[in-house]
């Protein structure tokens, strides 16, 4: 096959992926919004704060007749200000994120992917101001108009990079979605900042089941989606061990940079229902809010 060739088939593949993942988006954002109707949340406007007395001009509509009658005032029930929150989405496109393993219905960077597209609708639906970092890690706003989420933001990443904290609004809402397989130095030093912008967020790590439960069989090869190399192992309890180890001291980091920055971290492995992961997400995520 030809360099040509490779490249028409990749980016018909990366084409082909848009309808798919608009299609699963709407049908898990209206199961997410069958989970979360159950569910009594204190939305935008209902937070009771105190009465007031009526003075001439202010909407009728807020008088509690019950309480006027009781103290032969009229009163109306004062509540929070509405306050929209600028909401930034970041899903890895790294080459990495493609790995799946046998028996797994999608890739980390498929779900990733349907993911931020579902939030990103559920963020727009509640009136926030949502964007979305694109393949160059500049911020789009997807909210105003979700057919500004096109392929472009579905181009795969040789080496997976972050946004600069210059991006950031002061005191938003910041999700990344990753595997987060790689040195932590740059990240860790990205949320830091955040921390000094008052920026709350969610670590989102989505790994494959093979990730998170590492097993060599005899003559297991490994490949590297990033740099092409392969190797090969026999049994070797050694190199899992080694694996395990490394694997628990990067989940340690993860929620260890999540508590020192005030964020929350959460693991995905991608065999599991996203309809209840997303649902749980989503209920933290509003009762944060």
């Known amino acids: 096959m030809t360099i040509l060739q490779s490249l028409f088939r990749s980016s018909e593949k990366t084409a082909n992926l848009l309808p798919s993942l608009l299609s699963h988006s709407s049908i898990l954002l209206k199961s997410l919004y069958e989970g979360l109707h159950s569910t009594r949340f204190a939305g935008k406007g209902e937070n009771f704060w105190q ?10 509509i807020n008088i509690d007749w019950r309480k006027s009658a009781s103290t032969k005032k009229i009163l109306i029930k004062e509540r929070e200000k509405e306050l929209s929150k600028t ?11 493609n790995y799946k393993s046998e028996g797994v219905s999608y890739n980390k960077f498929f779900l ?7 939030l990103c609708k559920l963020f727009s639906n509640n009136k926030e101001k949502v964007f979305i970092f694109n393949s160059d890690n500049k911020p789009i706003n997807c909210s105003a108009n979700i057919n500004n989420f096109n392929v472009n933001f579905l181009k795969n990443k040789k080496k997976q990079t972050f946004p ?10 910041c999700i990344f979605f990753s595997d987060f397989l790689f040195d932590s130095k740059d990240f860790n ?26 097993k060599l069989s005899s003559a297991t090869m ?16 050694d190199v899992e061990n080694e ?46 809010k």
Not at 189 to 214: R, T, V, W
């Open 243 to 288: 694996y395990i180890k490394k694997f628990k001291k990067l989940e340690y980091d993860l929620r260890n940079i999540s508590s020192y920055s005030n964020w929350k971290y959460y693991k995905f492995s991608t065999d599991k229902d996203i309809n209840k992961f997303i649902l749980s997400l989503s209920k933290s995520i509003l009762i944060d």
């Open 164 to 173: 600069s904290i210059n991006q950031f609004k002061d005191k938003s809402l």
């Open 51 to 60: 009465y007031k007395e009526y003075t001439q001009g202010e909407s009728v």
């Open 189 to 214: 030093s990205l949320l830091k900042k955040c921390k000094k912008k008052e920026i709350q967020g969610y670590i989102i790590q989505i790994l494959d089941p093979m990730e998170i439960n590492f």
């Open 87 to 97: 909401v930034y989405l970041y899903f890895d496109r790294s080459y990495s994120m």
């Open 222 to 237: 490994l490949s590297d989606l990033e740099t092409n190399e392969t190797l090969i192992f026999d049994k070797d309890i």
């Open 112 to 118: 990733s992917a349907l993911l931020t597209l579902t």
